[in-house]
C-alpha cells in the first residue's frame, strides 16, 4: 500500500481484498457507513500499550469492525443504536467468550480496547481471554495495564499472578496472588493458587493455611483437599492429611494407587503414634485394601518417617516390633541405635556402604532436584572467594560427583575417594576426576603419599562424631596454608550428638578447639544445609587453613 493513503482508503481497500460482498453491506444503509466515522482509532498503533493493541493500527481496526458488524446482526444493531464502539464490541467479545470461543473473544476484545485504552475492566477482560487461550507472553503486559489503571482489581492481580507463574516468576506470582487476597478475601482461586505456589516450594505449613483459607472461602473442590492431603502430611500432622485425603478420595478425583498408599500410610503413622504396631497395620490395611505394600516395607518407611517427625517412642515402639536388628540389614540397625541414643562416635562402614550403594541411581535427582541441595556448591564458593591458587585437591566422600564442576577448574589434580562403588561409577562417568579410589577417607588420608592444597568433603563430617581422627590425617596431607573446607550440622551441645537421622551434629567452639593443633580458622559461614521433615536444617561451612609445622 503507498504511502500517505488516506485511513479511510486503506479501509476499503481492506474490505475489498477481505470480503467481496463488504461493499454491498456497506450500501444496504449508509447509517452504517457513518457510524464507522465516529469510532475513535488513535489508540492503535500506540507503542506504550501491550503489544496485543499497539500493533493494531487504524486500518486494522476498522477493516475488523466492518467485517464483524457484516457478520454479526446484534453488534450491527449495537453499533446503529449509538452504543459507544468500545461498549458494543465489549459485549460482543464477552459473548464470545461465553461460547468458548476464546481466541475470538480475544481479537474483539484487543480493538476495544484500542478503542477505549483506560477501560481497566476491558483490559482485565482482554487478559483473561488471552490467557484461557494460552497466550500467556501476550496476557502479562494486558494484566499490568488494567493495574496501572486500576490497583484495586482483585481478578486482575489473579490474572498476573497464573500468568506470572506460567512464566516461570514465582517472586512476581507470590506477590500478585497476596495482593488478590489482600483486595478480595474471598478469592478462593487465590488463596488456592497461593497454596500451590508455597507447597511447590516445599513451604509445607504456609501452603497448609493458604488451601484453609481457600476452603474456607468456598473453595471445596477436592484438589484443594488432595493439596492440604499432602501439605499436612509433610508437616507431620498425619491425622489431618488422613482426613482430607479420605475426603479427596470419596469424591473420587485424582484417586489412584499412589494417592491410596499415602492415605494408608498416615492412617498407619496416626495410630502408630497412639497404639501400636498392631493397630497401625489394621488401619493401614483397611484403607490400603489392594493397594498394600508388603509389611516390611511399611514398617522401614513409617519407622524413618516417625523418627524424622520427631515422635521417638513411637519409633521405638515400632523398630523393636518389627524392623530386623540382624547384621543382614546395616541400614535399619544403625538407624534404629541412632534413635535409641546409642553411644556412638561414627556411622559404621557396613551403613554407609550399603546406605550408598542403594541410594546411588537417585542420588542426584532427590537431592538436586527435589530438596534443592548446594552445599558443594556453596563450599566451593566459600574456597574461590578465599583463595585462588589450589592446584591439588582431593574431594573425600565424592559419591556421584556433585562438588566437580566446581573444584576441577584451575586443578591440576583432583581426586575423588568414597566408600560406595556405585557411587564412584556415578563419578567416574562426570569425566571430571584424575584418580576415583574407594576407601575409607580418614585411612585414605593416612596411607596415600600426596599432599593437597585443597581438603574438599562436602556433607562428609555429618558421620562423624570424633573429629580428632580425621583433623590429624587431613593434616598430614597438608602443606602450611592449604585449605580444609568442610561443612557440619550444628548443635549447642558439646562437642557432638548423633541425631536420631543417624548424622551427628556438632558445636562449633568445641570443633574449634579440636582443629586448633593444626589449623587456624579461615572463614566460617552458617547455612541451611537441606531440609529434614520440612525443617531447615541449620549448619556451618568451615574453612581452616594448614599452621605452619
Known amino acids: 500500500m503507498v504511502r500517505g493513503v488516506s485511513a479511510a482508503a486503506r479501509v476499503r481497500a481492506r474490505e475489498q481484498d477481505s470480503d467481496a460482498g463488504l461493499h454491498a453491506w456497506l450500501e444496504t444503509d449508509p447509517h452504517r457507513r457513518d457510524s464507522l466515522a465516529f469510532v475513535p482509532y488513535a489508540a492503535g498503533g500506540d507503542p506504550s500499550l501491550p503489544p496485543v493493541v499497539s500493533r493494531l493500527d487504524a486500518a486494522e481496526i476498522g477493516a475488523r469492525i466492518a467485517s464483524w458488524r457484516a457478520a454479526s446482526a446484534p453488534l450491527d444493531a449495537l453499533f446503529l443504536q449509538g452504543i459507544p464502539p468500545a461498549a458494543a464490541l465489549r459485549r460482543f467479545g464477552l459473548t464470545h467468550w461465553s461460547m468458548n470461543n476464546v481466541r ?54 489473579l490474572g498476573l499472578a497464573l500468568v506470572a507463574n506460567a512464566l516461570s516468576d514465582p517472586e512476581t506470582a507470590e506477590r500478585a496472588f497476596a495482593a488478590a487476597l489482600k483486595r478480595d478475601p474471598q478469592l478462593s482461586e487465590a488463596a488456592f493458587g497461593l497454596g500451590l505456589l508455597c507447597f511447590e516450594q516445599r513451604r509445607y505449613a504456609e501452603a497448609v493455611t493458604h488451601w484453609r483459607r481457600a476452603i474456607a472461602a468456598g473453595g471445596l473442590h477436592a484438589l484443594v483437599h488432595a493439596g492440604l492431603g499432602q501439605a499436612l502430611f509433610f508437616t507431620g500432622d498425619f491425622s ?166 566446581h573444584l576441577r577448574l584451575g586443578r591440576s589434580r583432583l581426586v575423588g575417594v568414597d566408600l560406595s562403588p556405585r557411587m564412584l561409577a556415578k563419578a567416574a562417568k562426570r569425566r571430571a576426576y584424575d584418580e576415583l579410589v574407594e576407601a575409607d577417607m580418614i585411612a585414605f588420608l593416612e596411607q596415600t603419599g600426596e599432599n593437597f592444597d585443597l581438603v574438599f568433603a562436602a556433607d562428609v563430617l555429618i558421620y562423624l562424631g570424633a573429629l580428632d581422627a580425621f583433623l590429624a590425617a587431613a593434616a598430614r596431607v ?72
Open 478 to 549: 597438608m602443606p602450611p596454608g592449604a585449605l580444609l573446607a568442610f561443612n557440619v550440622e550444628t548443635i549447642d551441645a558439646a562437642p557432638y550428638a548423633l541425631l536420631p537421622s543417624g548424622r551427628f551434629a556438632h558445636e562449633l567452639s568445641a570443633l574449634r578447639d579440636a582443629a586448633a593443633a593444626w589449623f587456624a580458622p579461615s572463614a566460617e559461614q552458617a547455612t541451611v544445609l537441606r531440609s529434614e521433615a520440612s525443617t531447615p536444617v541449620e549448619g556451618a561451612l568451615i574453612l581452616l587453613e594448614r599452621r605452619a609445622a
Open 104 to 157: 475470538a473473544a480475544s481479537a474483539i476484545l484487543a480493538v476495544a480496547a484500542a478503542l477505549a485504552p483506560n477501560d481497566a475492566a476491558l483490559w482485565l477482560d482482554l487478559g483473561s481471554t488471552l490467557h484461557a487461550s494460552g497466550e500467556t507472553a501476550e496476557a502479562r503486559p494486558v494484566f499490568e495495564r488494567a493495574l496501572a489503571l486500576d490497583s484495586g482489581l482483585a481478578r486482575a492481580w
Open 240 to 405: 489431618g492429611a488422613a482426613r482430607e485425603m479420605a475426603t479427596q478420595i470419596a469424591g473420587g478425583v485424582g484417586v489412584d494407587q499412589k494417592l491410596t498408599r499415602r492415605y494408608a500410610l498416615a492412617r498407619f503413622l496416626e495410630a502408630a503414634i497412639v497404639a501400636d504396631d498392631v493397630a497401625a497395620f489394621s488401619a493401614y490395611r483397611e484403607a490400603a485394601k489392594a493397594d498394600a505394600e508388603d509389611e516390611a516395607t511399611v514398617a522401614r518407611t513409617a519407622f524413618s518417617l516417625l523418627s524424622a517427625y520427631g515422635h521417638r517412642d513411637a519409633a521405638i515402639r515400632l523398630g523393636r516390633a518389627r524392623l530386623p536388628h540382624s547384621d543382614d540389614d546395616p541400614i535399619q540397625r544403625y538407624l534404629f541405635d541412632a534413635v535409641v541414643g546409642e553411644k556412638l562416635d561414627r556411622a559404621p562402614r557396613d551403613y554407609l556402604i550399603a546406605y550408598f550403594d542403594r541410594f546411588a541411581d537417585t542420588f542426584d535427582k532427590q537431592l538436586v532436584e527435589v530438596l534443592g541441595y548446594d552445599v558443594p556448591e556453596k563450599l566451593a564458593r566459600l574456597v574461590a572467594a578465599r583463595r585462588s591458587e589450589l592446584p591439588r585437591a582431593v574431594d573425600l566422600g565424592c559419591g556421584t560427583g556433585l562438588a566437580a564442576r
